[in-house]
């Protein structure tokens, strides 16, 4: 069974529909992009996914022995966190909240899932600065971090690479496959097309009408339109 | 120097003021714990809102007791003003955060919305059912808390104290929890932290605070005891702890050395206090830049 198996998904604000009848599947091991247009409800999608908002219509299912405290998430950045006061340490280790229940302090094991999580992220020299002191790129692998310390199978991310610079992007990519590599499922939203084609093996394309297939299917679909494989967005 | 302790010491010999002291200290503390969440998660004006709907339930309060003194003299004794002020105020932090997430009414509308109201209820009730034969003189004193810290009474103390140490408590052992939940609530919820709870948990600490703090300095100035110790300490601090441990150190120290000031020079001692908050915030704020600049 699939860890996700969402069919015939409506969902929206206030009882105004944005997006309907999406239905896909998330397998163990698979990387999907979310792919479309500004405005058209991929933030949404990923929030009803989660259970931060209610869908209009359809189900939600996880399978495959997949539970809440194995989800990650990586959602946009905030205006508030900004000027947070707070040191990466921080910021990632509240990740781990998921397994420490009501016990207010951390232990070892716990800390030594955040550094191994800094250290695979490389930014475990971070770990004593200041947030909001960080470059766009730092902030983001931090918040990865975190979204590590959370989750033990199951990633979502939310437009990982919005405002980085072309260098930090690339970065960002790779840390993701690496991650994917490693045996972690990745669901990711991105306006990238290109970066969809070369690491994901799923596309789900949201708009007017939905696409869901693998990258081949994908690309054999014509919906590329002119943007071509290499695409840049 | 030695006439400031003759001074000091001659006050001190009274117990009145050695309990506004212990409450005093204790109040600002716990006041000043939440300020960080307040500000960060822009819930400023909800403390300001709540100082409002506070003073209206002090103002039922006093009618009530009135009241009680003539109807149910055997009531009296047992109940004080600061329950049911508590039990109002609690109840119109669990409202307004409900109607700030999702209702027709935005968050800040229905904040001005309540507090106004409150605010002219109260003064209303108290023109119609005086307590005293001075009523602008009560109203000022709940507003800025011009005497009121002296005029406490020993349960009143007791209550305030444990209250006090009730808050820290239930803030050091949901410390990471407040962290994260103002740091990013989506993460939180998405990954399986009851958010909303937490919520409202800060909502009740909050209003529970408001209502010690209104002992303290008035329900005008209790925002100020609330948010400048948090926003003295980010000027200068950088991480959650520290910012959070320098804004409670920051805010006994104002308090302790309003109180003191205002024994001495006989001014107010709720705006005394505030004054000294201010300065202080001055003077982080000139820290901050001046190790903005060295960085």
Redesign the interface.
Known sequence: MAYLTISNLSLGYEGREILKDVSFQVNKGDYLCIVGENGSGKSTLMKTVLGLQSPLGGVIRAGDGLRRREIGYLPQQTEVQRDFPATAWEVVTSGLLNRQGLRPFLTKEEKKIARDAMETLGIAELEKKCYRELSGGQQQRVLLARALCAAGRLLLLDEPVAGLDPAATKEMYELVDKLHRSGITVIMITHDLSAALTYATHVLHVGEDVFFGTVEEYRKSGRLGGFGEEGEK | MTEIFETLGLYFSYPFVRYALIAGVLIALCSSLLG?TLV???FSFIGDGLSHVAFGALAVASVLDTAEKTFFPWLFDKIGKMPLVILITVAAAILLLRTGQNTKIKGDAAVAMISVGALAFGYLLLHLFPTSSNVSGDVCSTLFGSTSILTLTKSDVILSAALAVLVVVIF??????I??V???E????????PAEVYNLMIAVITAVIIVLAMNLVGSLLISALVIFPALSA?RV???????TICSAALSVTAAAAGILISILASTPVGSTIVAVDALAFFFFWIAGLVRGRAA
């Open positions: 960080v960060l998660k822009r050091v052992l949901f410390y990471r929890k962290f994260s103002t740091f990013d989506n993460f939180s919820r998405a990954t399986g932290t980010m601090f950088k991480s959650f702890r520290a910012v």
